[in-house]
Protein backbone atom coordinates (compact mmCIF):
# COMPACT_ATOMS: atom_id res chain seq x y z
CA UNK A 1 0.00 0.00 0.00
CA UNK A 2 1.25 3.33 -0.80
CA UNK A 3 2.70 5.83 1.74
CA UNK A 4 -0.14 8.71 2.59
CA UNK A 5 1.69 12.20 1.18
CA UNK A 6 0.11 15.69 0.83
CA UNK A 7 0.89 16.36 -2.40
CA UNK A 8 -3.44 16.52 -2.91
CA UNK A 9 -5.27 18.60 0.15
CA UNK A 10 -7.81 17.22 0.89
CA UNK A 11 -10.54 19.34 -0.92
CA UNK A 12 -8.75 18.23 -4.32
CA UNK A 13 -9.05 14.68 -3.14
CA UNK A 14 -12.61 15.20 -2.33
CA UNK A 15 -13.55 16.77 -5.36
CA UNK A 16 -11.87 14.29 -7.92
CA UNK A 17 -13.76 11.32 -5.78
CA UNK A 18 -17.04 13.31 -6.25
CA UNK A 19 -16.41 13.69 -9.57
CA UNK A 20 -16.01 9.63 -9.89
CA UNK A 21 -12.45 9.03 -9.40
CA UNK A 22 -11.54 6.01 -7.64
CA UNK A 23 -9.92 7.53 -3.97
CA UNK A 24 -6.67 5.81 -3.75
CA UNK A 25 -4.90 4.24 -0.19
CA UNK A 26 -2.93 7.26 0.47
CA UNK A 27 -5.64 9.91 -0.31
CA UNK A 28 -7.37 7.43 1.95
CA UNK A 29 -5.28 7.69 4.69
CA UNK A 30 -5.03 11.39 4.02
CA UNK A 31 -8.87 11.74 4.58
CA UNK A 32 -8.51 9.57 7.53
CA UNK A 33 -5.83 11.97 9.44
CA UNK A 34 -7.72 14.64 8.43
CA UNK A 35 -9.98 17.26 10.46
CA UNK A 36 -12.21 18.13 8.04
CA UNK A 37 -15.39 16.33 9.22
CA UNK A 38 -17.76 18.55 7.88
CA UNK A 39 -15.94 18.33 4.10
CA UNK A 40 -15.40 14.72 4.16
CA UNK A 41 -19.08 14.09 5.71
CA UNK A 42 -20.68 16.14 2.34
CA UNK A 43 -18.45 14.34 0.21
CA UNK A 44 -19.70 11.29 1.46
CA UNK A 45 -23.28 12.21 1.53
CA UNK A 46 -23.01 12.82 -2.28
CA UNK A 47 -21.99 9.23 -3.11
CA UNK A 48 -24.62 8.09 -0.59
CA UNK A 49 -27.51 9.90 -2.85
CA UNK A 50 -26.17 8.77 -5.53
CA UNK A 51 -26.08 4.59 -4.45
CA UNK A 52 -29.65 5.38 -2.38
CA UNK A 53 -32.81 6.84 -2.45
CA UNK A 54 -31.91 10.39 -0.91
CA UNK A 55 -34.80 10.46 0.38
CA UNK A 56 -35.50 7.11 2.18
CA UNK A 57 -33.35 4.79 5.26
CA UNK A 58 -33.92 1.62 5.19
CA UNK A 59 -33.66 -0.94 8.48
CA UNK A 60 -34.47 -4.84 8.60
CA UNK A 61 -36.31 -6.04 12.11
CA UNK A 62 -34.26 -9.56 13.13
CA UNK A 63 -32.76 -11.16 16.03
CA UNK A 64 -29.50 -11.86 16.99
CA UNK A 65 -29.64 -15.70 18.23
CA UNK A 66 -26.06 -16.50 19.81
CA UNK A 67 -26.39 -20.22 19.61
CA UNK A 68 -23.64 -21.21 22.01
CA UNK A 69 -21.11 -18.75 23.37
CA UNK A 70 -18.25 -22.06 24.02
CA UNK A 71 -15.05 -20.91 22.25
CA UNK A 72 -11.74 -22.00 21.91
CA UNK A 73 -10.33 -18.78 20.50
CA UNK A 74 -10.09 -16.94 23.57
CA UNK A 75 -10.30 -13.31 21.60
CA UNK A 76 -8.53 -10.62 23.67
CA UNK A 77 -11.48 -8.41 22.40
CA UNK A 78 -14.55 -10.51 23.36
CA UNK A 79 -16.23 -10.27 26.55
CA UNK A 80 -18.86 -12.79 25.42
CA UNK A 81 -17.11 -16.10 25.03
CA UNK A 82 -16.36 -18.79 28.00
CA UNK A 83 -14.23 -21.38 27.17
CA UNK A 84 -15.22 -25.15 27.00
CA UNK A 85 -15.99 -27.33 29.98
CA UNK A 86 -17.58 -23.53 31.84
CA UNK A 87 -20.49 -25.71 33.35
CA UNK A 88 -21.59 -22.83 34.83
CA UNK A 89 -21.53 -20.13 32.02
CA UNK A 90 -21.14 -21.60 28.75
CA UNK A 91 -23.94 -22.89 27.22
CA UNK A 92 -25.74 -24.57 23.92
CA UNK A 93 -29.13 -23.03 23.29
CA UNK A 94 -31.66 -26.51 22.58
CA UNK A 95 -33.83 -26.23 19.08
CA UNK A 96 -36.88 -25.39 21.05
CA UNK A 97 -35.25 -22.18 22.38
CA UNK A 98 -34.00 -20.87 19.24
CA UNK A 99 -37.47 -22.13 17.40
CA UNK A 100 -39.42 -20.07 19.95
CA UNK A 101 -36.62 -16.80 19.43
CA UNK A 102 -37.34 -16.98 15.73
CA UNK A 103 -41.58 -17.69 16.45
CA UNK A 104 -41.35 -14.03 18.01
CA UNK A 105 -39.45 -12.41 15.80
CA UNK A 106 -41.47 -13.03 12.94
CA UNK A 107 -44.41 -12.36 14.66
CA UNK A 108 -43.51 -8.46 15.34
CA UNK A 109 -42.54 -8.35 11.52
CA UNK A 110 -39.11 -9.58 11.37
CA UNK A 111 -37.72 -11.31 8.29
CA UNK A 112 -34.56 -12.90 9.47
CA UNK A 113 -32.42 -14.05 11.87
CA UNK A 114 -28.91 -13.57 12.43
CA UNK A 115 -27.00 -16.64 14.08
CA UNK A 116 -23.06 -16.40 15.26
CA UNK A 117 -21.96 -18.30 18.26
CA UNK A 118 -18.19 -19.59 19.11
CA UNK A 119 -15.80 -21.74 17.92
CA UNK A 120 -17.45 -24.55 19.96
CA UNK A 121 -15.12 -28.04 19.81
CA UNK A 122 -18.58 -29.92 20.16
CA UNK A 123 -20.28 -28.91 17.19
CA UNK A 124 -19.60 -30.47 13.89
CA UNK A 125 -21.02 -29.71 10.66
CA UNK A 126 -23.90 -32.46 11.00
CA UNK A 127 -25.25 -30.24 14.22
CA UNK A 128 -25.95 -26.65 11.87
CA UNK A 129 -27.20 -28.99 9.13
CA UNK A 130 -29.62 -30.27 11.16
CA UNK A 131 -30.28 -27.35 12.79
CA UNK A 132 -30.63 -25.27 9.64
CA UNK A 133 -33.05 -27.90 8.07
CA UNK A 134 -35.39 -27.87 10.98
CA UNK A 135 -35.53 -24.40 11.00
CA UNK A 136 -36.17 -24.17 7.10
CA UNK A 137 -38.88 -27.08 7.84
CA UNK A 138 -41.02 -24.84 10.57
CA UNK A 139 -40.20 -21.23 9.10
CA UNK A 140 -39.82 -21.28 5.30
CA UNK A 141 -40.21 -17.85 4.75
CA UNK A 142 -37.32 -17.33 6.89
CA UNK A 143 -33.63 -15.79 6.00
CA UNK A 144 -31.48 -17.19 8.00
CA UNK A 145 -27.91 -14.98 7.92
CA UNK A 146 -25.66 -16.91 9.78
CA UNK A 147 -21.86 -17.60 10.23
CA UNK A 148 -19.37 -15.88 10.03
CA UNK A 149 -16.19 -16.50 8.08
CA UNK A 150 -14.12 -18.25 11.29
CA UNK A 151 -17.27 -19.94 12.26
CA UNK A 152 -17.48 -21.42 8.79
CA UNK A 153 -13.59 -21.93 8.85
CA UNK A 154 -13.76 -23.61 12.46
CA UNK A 155 -16.43 -25.84 10.82
CA UNK A 156 -14.60 -26.93 7.89
CA UNK A 157 -11.21 -27.70 10.05
CA UNK A 158 -13.30 -29.85 12.39
CA UNK A 159 -15.36 -31.96 10.14
CA UNK A 160 -12.17 -32.00 7.65
CA UNK A 161 -14.00 -30.45 5.14
CA UNK A 162 -12.68 -27.85 2.43
CA UNK A 163 -14.35 -24.47 3.18
CA UNK A 164 -16.76 -25.01 -0.17
CA UNK A 165 -17.86 -27.99 0.89
CA UNK A 166 -18.94 -26.64 3.92
CA UNK A 167 -20.89 -23.45 2.53
CA UNK A 168 -22.33 -25.84 -0.13
CA UNK A 169 -24.08 -28.33 2.99
CA UNK A 170 -25.11 -25.55 4.55
CA UNK A 171 -26.30 -23.52 2.29
CA UNK A 172 -28.31 -26.49 0.85
CA UNK A 173 -29.19 -27.20 4.69
CA UNK A 174 -31.14 -23.61 4.79
CA UNK A 175 -28.09 -21.17 5.29
CA UNK A 176 -29.08 -18.25 3.05
CA UNK A 177 -26.12 -15.32 3.44
CA UNK A 178 -22.86 -14.80 5.37
CA UNK A 179 -22.61 -11.99 8.15
CA UNK A 180 -18.92 -10.40 8.13
CA UNK A 181 -18.14 -11.04 11.54
CA UNK A 182 -14.88 -11.79 12.92
CA UNK A 183 -13.34 -9.17 10.22
CA UNK A 184 -11.95 -6.83 12.43
CA UNK A 185 -8.87 -5.85 10.94
CA UNK A 186 -7.72 -7.28 8.00
CA UNK A 187 -4.12 -6.85 8.91
CA UNK A 188 -2.11 -10.28 10.60
CA UNK A 189 -0.33 -7.82 12.48
CA UNK A 190 -3.29 -6.61 14.59
CA UNK A 191 -4.97 -10.02 14.04
CA UNK A 192 -1.86 -11.57 15.84
CA UNK A 193 -2.31 -9.34 18.52
CA UNK A 194 -6.15 -8.87 19.42
CA UNK A 195 -6.91 -12.83 18.02
CA UNK A 196 -4.05 -15.10 18.00
CA UNK A 197 -5.81 -17.98 17.64
CA UNK A 198 -8.06 -16.79 15.15
CA UNK A 199 -8.75 -16.71 11.18
CA UNK A 200 -6.16 -14.68 9.38
CA UNK A 201 -6.45 -12.49 6.94
CA UNK A 202 -6.08 -14.25 3.89
CA UNK A 203 -7.98 -17.15 5.72
CA UNK A 204 -11.68 -14.73 6.37
CA UNK A 205 -11.19 -13.71 2.36
CA UNK A 206 -11.05 -16.58 1.09
CA UNK A 207 -14.32 -17.98 3.09
CA UNK A 208 -15.74 -14.77 1.63
CA UNK A 209 -14.23 -15.86 -1.98
CA UNK A 210 -15.78 -18.96 -1.78
CA UNK A 211 -19.11 -17.74 -0.67
CA UNK A 212 -19.19 -15.57 -3.51
CA UNK A 213 -18.47 -18.19 -6.20
CA UNK A 214 -20.96 -19.97 -4.72
CA UNK A 215 -23.70 -17.19 -5.17
CA UNK A 216 -23.90 -16.03 -1.87
CA UNK A 217 -24.18 -12.84 -0.74
CA UNK A 218 -22.40 -11.55 2.22
CA UNK A 219 -21.92 -8.37 4.67
CA UNK A 220 -17.81 -7.11 5.25
CA UNK A 221 -17.32 -5.31 8.65
CA UNK A 222 -14.21 -3.09 10.33
CA UNK A 223 -13.58 -3.19 14.11
CA UNK A 224 -11.10 -0.47 14.96
CA UNK A 225 -9.80 1.78 17.90
CA UNK A 226 -7.39 -0.54 19.24
CA UNK A 227 -3.88 -1.80 18.12
CA UNK A 228 -4.39 -0.99 14.46
CA UNK A 229 -2.92 2.19 13.07
CA UNK A 230 -5.02 4.22 10.74
CA UNK A 231 -3.23 3.32 7.65
CA UNK A 232 -3.85 -0.02 8.70
CA UNK A 233 -7.45 0.63 8.58
CA UNK A 234 -6.77 1.92 5.06
CA UNK A 235 -5.14 -1.53 4.15
CA UNK A 236 -8.78 -3.05 5.89
CA UNK A 237 -10.47 -1.45 2.94
CA UNK A 238 -8.58 -2.14 0.22
CA UNK A 239 -8.42 -5.50 0.85
CA UNK A 240 -12.89 -5.37 1.17
CA UNK A 241 -12.63 -3.19 -2.11
CA UNK A 242 -9.88 -5.70 -4.07
CA UNK A 243 -12.11 -8.49 -3.41
CA UNK A 244 -15.17 -6.89 -4.44
CA UNK A 245 -13.61 -6.26 -7.50
CA UNK A 246 -12.57 -9.63 -7.75
CA UNK A 247 -15.37 -11.92 -6.74
CA UNK A 248 -18.36 -9.53 -6.32
CA UNK A 249 -21.10 -10.48 -3.36
CA UNK A 250 -20.40 -7.90 -0.30
CA UNK A 251 -24.03 -6.27 -0.23
CA UNK A 252 -22.91 -4.18 2.56
CA UNK A 253 -20.30 -2.47 5.24
CA UNK A 254 -20.30 -1.51 8.51
CA UNK A 255 -17.95 -0.85 10.55
CA UNK A 256 -17.88 -0.11 14.49
CA UNK A 257 -15.59 0.96 17.48
CA UNK A 258 -14.17 -1.27 20.28
CA UNK A 259 -15.98 -1.50 23.03
CA UNK A 260 -13.28 -2.31 25.74
CA UNK A 261 -15.19 -3.09 28.82
CA UNK A 262 -14.86 -6.78 30.53
CA UNK A 263 -12.02 -7.60 27.97
CA UNK A 264 -8.42 -7.97 28.17
CA UNK A 265 -8.00 -6.16 25.20
CA UNK A 266 -9.46 -2.89 27.53
CA UNK A 267 -6.63 -3.10 29.77
CA UNK A 268 -4.10 -2.47 27.26
CA UNK A 269 -5.72 0.37 25.04
CA UNK A 270 -5.18 4.04 26.64
CA UNK A 271 -7.69 5.77 23.97
CA UNK A 272 -10.38 4.75 22.18
CA UNK A 273 -12.15 6.30 19.55
CA UNK A 274 -14.54 9.62 19.76
CA UNK A 275 -17.89 10.17 18.03
CA UNK A 276 -15.62 12.43 15.55
CA UNK A 277 -13.55 9.54 14.31
CA UNK A 278 -16.52 7.51 14.20
CA UNK A 279 -18.29 9.65 11.76
CA UNK A 280 -15.12 10.46 9.86
CA UNK A 281 -14.38 6.89 9.44
CA UNK A 282 -17.91 6.27 8.08
CA UNK A 283 -17.56 9.02 5.67
CA UNK A 284 -14.14 8.04 4.20
CA UNK A 285 -15.44 4.21 3.77
CA UNK A 286 -18.24 5.39 2.19
CA UNK A 287 -15.89 7.23 -0.47
CA UNK A 288 -13.24 4.19 -0.45
CA UNK A 289 -15.59 1.61 -1.07
CA UNK A 290 -17.22 2.53 -4.83
CA UNK A 291 -18.51 -1.01 -5.26
CA UNK A 292 -20.22 -1.70 -2.34
CA UNK A 293 -23.68 -0.21 -2.13
CA UNK A 294 -24.71 0.27 1.16
CA UNK A 295 -23.18 1.55 4.10
CA UNK A 296 -24.90 0.99 7.25
CA UNK A 297 -24.43 3.23 10.86
CA UNK A 298 -23.60 1.16 13.91
CA UNK A 299 -26.30 2.50 16.30
CA UNK A 300 -25.98 -0.66 18.49
CA UNK A 301 -22.52 0.92 19.46
CA UNK A 302 -22.79 4.47 19.10
CA UNK A 303 -26.25 5.17 20.40
CA UNK A 304 -29.12 6.19 18.97
CA UNK A 305 -28.05 10.11 18.80
CA UNK A 306 -24.76 9.41 16.73
CA UNK A 307 -26.04 6.76 14.24
CA UNK A 308 -28.91 9.68 13.35
CA UNK A 309 -25.94 11.85 12.72
CA UNK A 310 -24.45 9.09 10.98
CA UNK A 311 -27.24 8.89 8.51
CA UNK A 312 -25.65 12.10 6.56
CA UNK A 313 -21.95 10.24 7.33
CA UNK A 314 -22.81 8.08 4.45
CA UNK A 315 -25.40 5.73 5.08
CA UNK A 316 -28.08 4.98 3.93
CA UNK A 317 -29.14 2.08 6.22
CA UNK A 318 -29.73 2.08 10.32
CA UNK A 319 -28.93 -1.56 10.60
CA UNK A 320 -31.29 -3.83 13.17
CA UNK A 321 -34.00 -3.24 15.46
CA UNK A 322 -32.17 -6.02 16.70
CA UNK A 323 -34.87 -7.92 19.51
CA UNK A 324 -31.87 -9.41 21.11
CA UNK A 325 -27.90 -8.85 20.92
CA UNK A 326 -25.32 -9.96 23.74
CA UNK A 327 -21.32 -9.91 22.16
CA UNK A 328 -21.47 -5.98 22.14
CA UNK A 329 -23.57 -5.62 25.60
CA UNK A 330 -21.10 -8.13 27.21
CA UNK A 331 -18.74 -5.38 26.40
CA UNK A 332 -20.04 -2.77 28.49
CA UNK A 333 -22.69 -0.96 25.86
CA UNK A 334 -26.24 -2.29 25.72
CA UNK A 335 -27.82 0.58 23.93
CA UNK A 336 -31.90 -0.95 22.99
CA UNK A 337 -34.28 0.60 20.31
CA UNK A 338 -37.58 -0.72 18.94
CA UNK A 339 -39.89 -0.29 15.22
CA UNK A 340 -40.92 3.04 16.96
CA UNK A 341 -37.63 4.84 17.49
CA UNK A 342 -36.00 3.82 14.09
CA UNK A 343 -39.19 5.48 12.18
CA UNK A 344 -39.21 8.66 14.49
CA UNK A 345 -35.12 8.66 14.40
CA UNK A 346 -35.31 8.59 10.59
CA UNK A 347 -38.13 11.04 10.11
CA UNK A 348 -36.39 13.39 12.39
CA UNK A 349 -33.11 13.28 10.33
CA UNK A 350 -35.54 13.98 7.26
CA UNK A 351 -35.90 11.03 5.70
CA UNK A 352 -38.58 8.42 5.24
CA UNK A 353 -38.27 5.03 6.99
CA UNK A 354 -38.38 1.73 4.83
CA UNK A 355 -38.19 -2.10 6.57
CA UNK A 356 -35.77 -4.00 4.31
CA UNK A 357 -34.70 -7.62 4.40
CA UNK A 358 -31.74 -8.65 4.24
CA UNK A 359 -31.57 -8.40 0.87
CA UNK A 360 -32.59 -4.71 0.88
CA UNK A 361 -35.48 -5.64 -0.77
CA UNK A 362 -38.36 -3.17 0.58
CA UNK A 363 -40.77 -5.01 3.00
CA UNK A 364 -42.91 -1.98 4.41
CA UNK A 365 -42.64 1.62 3.58
CA UNK A 366 -45.80 2.60 5.40
CA UNK A 367 -45.33 3.85 9.18
Not at 40 to 66: H, L
Not at 255 to 273: A, E, H, I, K
Amino acid sequence: MAVATQTRTVSEILARTVAGERLQDDDALVLLQSRDLVAVGQAANEIRNRKADPDEVTFIVDRNINYTNVCVTDCDFCAFYRLPGDKREGYVLPKPVIFKKIAETLAIGGTGVLMQGGHNPELGIEWYEDLFRSIRERFPTLHVHALSPPEIQYISRRSHLSVPAVLTRLRDAGLDTLPGGGGEILVDRVRHIIAAKKTKSDEWLGVMRHAHRLGMSTSATMMYGHVETVAERVEHLHRIRALQDEAPGFRAFISWTFQPDNTRLGQQVTTTPTSFDYLLTQAVTRLYLDNIDHIQSSWVTQGMKIGQVALHFGADDLGSVMLEENVVSAAGTTYRASVEDFCRTIRAAGKRPVQRDTYYRRVRDAF
